[in-house]
């Protein structure tokens, strides 16, 4: 059984820091392209950041870009998103996903993705 697994999330005062990892199992997604989401209450899911299967290429929402990290270990199955300067307006379920294709449009939609976790709670207090 596929199984993607968030951790790492909390709550955190804003402009700090937390590093969310997504393990996942019953199969090696060391070929897979592995993104990041959030979705706020009452908003949709969007786009957060991320990685091709070889790690060569990333990508960001401008929201987030130059302050979180997307990365992966392909040896341990795991992705990483690391969130610094954090504002109130990231709070959200932060959700990862690995999708089968990885192109630069199939990475930045979640119709691209095959797999999901349940999501981890992020909070950012003002």
């Known amino acids: 059984q596929v199984q993607l697994v968030e951790s790492g999330g909390g709550l955190v005062q804003a402009g700090g820091s937390l590093r969310l990892s997504c393990a996942a199992s019953?199969?090696?997604?060391?070929?897979?392209?592995r993104g990041w989401f959030r979705q706020a209450p009452g908003k949709e899911r969007e786009f957060v950041a991320a990685?091709?299967?070889?790690?060569?290429?990333?990508y960001y929402a401008d929201s987030v870009k130059g302050r979180f990290t997307i990365s992966r270990a392909n040896a341990e199955n795991t992705v990483y998103l690391q969130m610094n300067s954090l504002k109130p307006e990231d709070t959200a379920v932060y959700y990862c996903?690995?999708?089968?294709?990885?192109?630069?449009?199939?990475?930045?939609?979640?119709?691209?993705?095959?797999?999901w976790g349940q999501g981890t709670q992020v909070t950012v207090s003002s």
């Open positions: 990685i091709t299967w070889s790690g060569g290429n990333t």
């Open positions: 996903a690995a999708a089968s294709w990885s192109s630069y449009y199939s990475l930045i939609s979640d119709d691209g993705y095959d797999y």
């Open positions: 019953g199969r090696t997604f060391s070929n897979y392209g």
